[in-house]
């Protein structure tokens, strides 16, 4: 099965903004720069991502 990356809805239309991307994955979620795919991507356990996101959502 393929892996599915989705771009965040906050991400910028620019060259300068900020993209991010998730995929599910059988362990956890990924994240990575959408502008540079092939470098890789962060690998999270579904607790980690789920304080990230709540902790991002704060700063808004």
């Avoid at 300068?16 to 362990?27: H, Q």
Wanted: aromatic share 6%.
């Amino acid at each position: 099965m393929a892996v599915q990356w989705r771009k965040s809805s906050y991400s910028g239309t620019t060259n300068d903004d900020i993209c991010v991307e998730v995929a599910c994955f059988p362990s956890g979620v990924g994240v990575r720069d959408s502008k540079n795919p092939g470098l890789g991507h962060l690998a999270l356990t579904r607790g980690q991502f789920g304080r990230l996101a709540s902790g991002l959502k704060k700063q808004d």
